[in-house]
């Protein structure tokens, strides 16, 4: 009974943790934070400057001893006492605290699949130690594809890929379990670094991440467009170390991008390969199911569906279905604890 009271008072919460972008659900109110997953240090003093978006806006804009990181690598904790801080954060800046002794919150965070034991751990242990009361891990195609309401508890085949900034999972989805999973550590990320080094070797002419990404979500495309694009892009000049401004078209980023594109292609036909026949047959039917950041890269969908012969879609809001998913669970937990990654027999971090 008492469980059930400090369930209802308290707010319990879904994380989508990821490399780039981390957003938070509220039980009972939806989507209500969503922010870049940085931090500013002071590396004199060790001190947490600024979290989040403030944290973005600090990125090359600050004396050289106040750096921007990123906690996340390739979707899992790179550094584990500044993914606590940034957890910590996200947990008091959604929470109201109408009570002196307000429980603290049950917390659901998606995490890649087919991460270790040990990084799964530590996870579950930041999330801990920045004041969850209990913890879930949820993997982030299982909740795709709960947030795109597929029929993952039915005995049929669903086929998810999300690609976010760190990592591309590939997975089969059936009776509430993954069938098959792949993680691949090429996705957005990856991509903005692809056009970073053609840059320089195509044209000697230094780029920022975040020109990249402007580029990439400018004029990126993973097959050719109908009608050509271009755009212009500024840098320095690796010879004369001089700015330079220079005009790129949506087939020279393709041309960059093209073997991350086909790693992960690749990776998909190989899961189409694996997959048992009769989940293949519902698949053949259902498509392919596209969520993440890269899923809106232009044409990936017709590349996949030209490369696999399966019907590819991307899901509706395919930035937000992770933690869609991961709150669905947390509003329905009982019903949907099944899909929740085993945590009682992990090994804890060295």
């Known amino acids: 009974m008492l469980n059930k009271a400090f369930s209802f008072f308290s707010e319990d919460i879904a994380i989508d943790l990821g490399t780039a972008n981390s957003l938070v659900y509220v039980r009972g109110k939806g989507i209500v934070l969503a922010e870049p997953s940085v931090v500013a240090i002071n590396q004199k003093t060790g001190q947490v400057l600024a979290i989040g978006e403030e944290a973005r806006k600090m990125v090359g804009r600050t004396p ?75 993997e982030q195609p299982m909740a795709t594809a709960i947030g795109a309401r597929l029929p993952v508890q039915e005995a049929g085949g669903n086929f998810i890929v999300d690609i976010g900034g760190g990592t591309c999972g590939v997975a089969v989805i059936s009776l509430g379990g993954l069938v098959i999973a792949k993680n691949l550590r090429v996705a957005g990320d990856k991509l903005n670094n692809d056009i970073i080094y053609f840059s320089q070797e195509e044209y000697k002419l230094l780029l920022g991440e975040r020109t990249a990404e402007e580029v990439k979500i400018g004029i990126g495309s993973a097959y050719p467009l109908k009608d050509k694009k271009e755009m212009p892009i500024r840098g320095r000049n690796l010879v004369t170390g001089l700015p330079e401004e220079i005009m790129v078209t949506d087939a020279d980023i393709r041309r960059a991008i093209e073997k991350s594109i086909k790693q992960i292609v690749d990776t998909i036909k190989t899961t189409v390969e694996e997959t048992p026949p009769e989940l293949l047959a519902d698949i053949m039917s259902r498509g392919i199911y596209l969520s993440g950041g890269g899923a809106l890269l232009r044409g990936l969908d017709v590349l996949i569906s030209k490369e696999t012969k399966i019907p590819t879609k991307i899901i509706d809001d395919p930035l937000t279905a992770v933690v869609r998913g991961a709150g669905m669970v947390l509003e329905n937990l009982d019903e949907l604890r099944e899909v929740l990654v085993d945590t009682d027999q992990l090994e804890p971090p060295k």
């Open 64 to 138: 050289a001893h106040i750096v921007a990181i990123r906690p996340l690598v390739k979707g899992v904790i790179s550094d584990f006492e500044v993914t606590e801080q940034m957890i910590k954060y996200f947990i008091e800046k959604v929470s109201k605290k109408k009570f002196v002794l307000s429980p603290r919150p049950r917390v659901i965070i998606g995490i890649p699949c087919g991460i270790t034991e040990v990084e799964k751990k530590s996870v579950q242990d930041a999330a801990k130690s920045a004041g969850a009361r209990e913890v879930y891990l949820i």
